[in-house]
């Protein structure tokens, strides 16, 4: 479970309802960040970044995105389509009462955060993108980076039916231990595996990657202020797609690059992730951003 300050409600947005992390800073400017997960993580991964963004005046919401969330678990792989997944962030927000945020997205997240920020930019006050570049500049890598297109290779397997989640659930979730390797703190894989491992829930998250096909992800540009931070040792993403990110945001725009840190930059660097953000909600206060 969260520690510290934090609060778990259970959201209704449309026609489903998000298990929500909160916590709420006791003083501050009245700035929130929106922090959205990836696959295979859970509202948890960003314990760490709240935390200290709750200590630095910031509040947060973490939702347990579409699938992860027990009462937002459609059954059709058409309902993990990316409009769906903006549309929930939006949504939050409005049930939230929150008219603009400092938005942060991890791998997926990331992904859900650009294509809100292209669609949305009167709801953001600033964007923060960990991993995974815009997505114009992803999908050129994939098409032109050698590198690129045979770290993707696992995208495709994950589309494939019912086979990934034999895979990832067998031997007490081992294949999804040893992803997460020792970057992630123990606790927080539990917390992961205890969401992923309850019915239906793997084959929801993974219907994320299934639903890719009937998407064009082609996002436009960026014009809020953004941030971007990859680390050098990301298994996932090479270094082509972050350099070719800069050319989709037209607004502020700044590129933090971590040195030997793995996929997983939320829990293994989140001084990092927390100062980006830190420095958006200065910047926005200041009216530099505006």
């Not at 003083?27 to 696959?39: E, I, P, Q, Y």
């Not at 397997?157 to 990934?164: D, G, I, K, N, S």
Request: one cysteine or more; proline letters at 8%.
């Amino acid at each position: 479970m969260p520690h510290d300050d934090a609060i778990v409600s259970t959201v209704p947005v449309r026609d489903l309802e998000f298990t929500v992390v909160s916590r709420t800073a006791r003083s501050g400017s009245g700035d929130v960040a929106v922090l959205l997960h990836g696959f295979p993580e859970t509202s948890a991964s960003w314990s760490a970044v709240a935390a200290l963004l709750a200590d630095a005046g910031i509040s947060s919401v973490a939702p347990d995105q579409r699938g992860y969330s027990p009462g937002a678990r459609p059954g059709s792989i058409s309902d993990y389509r990316l409009p769906e997944l903006v549309a929930d962030v939006v949504g939050l927000c409005d049930a939230l009462d929150l008219p603009k945020v400092h938005l942060v997205g991890h791998d997926w997240g990331a992904i859900v955060a650009w294509a809100v920020a292209a669609a949305h930019p009167e709801r953001l006050h600033s964007l923060t993108a960990v991993s995974v570049p815009h997505p114009a500049a992803f999908a050129w890598a994939r098409e032109n980076d050698p590198d690129q297109r045979e770290r993707s290779g696992y995208m495709t397997y994950f589309a494939t039916p019912a086979e990934p989640e034999k895979a990832f659930l067998a031997d007490n979730a081992l294949a999804l231990r040893l992803g997460f390797g020792d970057a992630v703190p123990p606790e927080a894989v539990e917390q992961h595996l205890d969401v992923l491992s309850a019915p239906g829930a793997l084959t929801a998250a993974l219907n994320w990657y299934r639903a890719m096909p009937l998407d064009t992800h082609d996002i436009a540009d960026v014009a809020v202020p953004t941030t971007f931070i990859w680390s050098t040792d990301d298994i996932a993403i090479t270094g082509a797609g972050p350099a070719r990110c800069a050319q989709h945001v037209s607004g502020p725009y700044r590129y933090i690059e971590v040195a030997d840190g793995t996929h997983w930059i939320p829990e293994e660097f989140p001084q990092v992730v927390a100062d980006a953000i830190i420095e958006q909600v200065g910047a926005a206060s200041s009216g530099i951003s505006s």
